[in-house]
Nanobody
Framework: QVQLVESGGGLVQAGGSLRLSCAAS????????MGWYRQAPGKQRELVAA???????NYADSVKGRFTISRDSAKNTVFLQMNSLKREDTAVYYC?????????????WGQGTQVTVSS
C-alpha cells in the first residue's frame, strides 16, 4: 500500500496559480503511474494529469497548456502546477498511485485537497 498526502489547495482568483503536492510513502519509481484526479460537486471524478515511472505524461484536454505535472524523485513527491485557473477548475483534487502487486493491479488515493477558483 502507498500512503499519499496532498497539500497546496486553497482559494485563488481566476487567472491565478496554485501548486499541488503529493508526497508518497515510498519511491515513486516503484509506482507505475501517479496522477491527479478531480471531482467537482455533482460530477464524476476525472483524470487531470498523470506521469509514469518512465516520465511520460498525459493531460486532460481541458487543462493542456495550463497545468503541468512533475516529480521530485528524491522527495517521492509529485506536483501539479496549475496556471491560468478558471472557475471550472474548482474541485477536490486527489492524488492517485497505480502499481502492480504480484500480478494484480492496485491503486491508492490521497485524502483530497480543495481548490476553489473565484471570479
Amino acid at each position: 500500500q502507498v500512503q499519499l498526502v496532498e497539500s497546496g489547495g486553497g482559494l485563488v482568483q481566476a487567472g491565478g496559480s496554485l501548486r499541488l503536492s503529493c508526497a508518497a510513502s515510498r519511491s515513486i519509481f516503484s509506482i507505475d503511474t501517479m496522477g491527479w484526479y478531480r471531482q467537482a460537486p455533482g460530477k464524476q471524478r476525472e483524470l487531470v494529469a498523470a506521469i509514469t515511472s518512465g516520465g511520460s505524461t498525459n493531460y486532460a484536454d481541458s487543462v493542456k497548456g495550463r497545468f503541468t505535472i512533475s516529480r521530485d524523485s528524491a522527495k517521492n513527491t509529485v506536483f501539479l502546477q496549475m496556471n491560468s485557473l478558471k472557475r471550472e477548475d474548482t474541485a477536490v483534487y486527489y492524488c492517485n498511485a497505480q502499481y502492480m502487486l504480484a500480478v494484480l493491479k492496485n491503486e491508492d488515493w490521497g485524502q483530497g485537497t480543495q481548490v476553489t477558483v473565484s471570479s
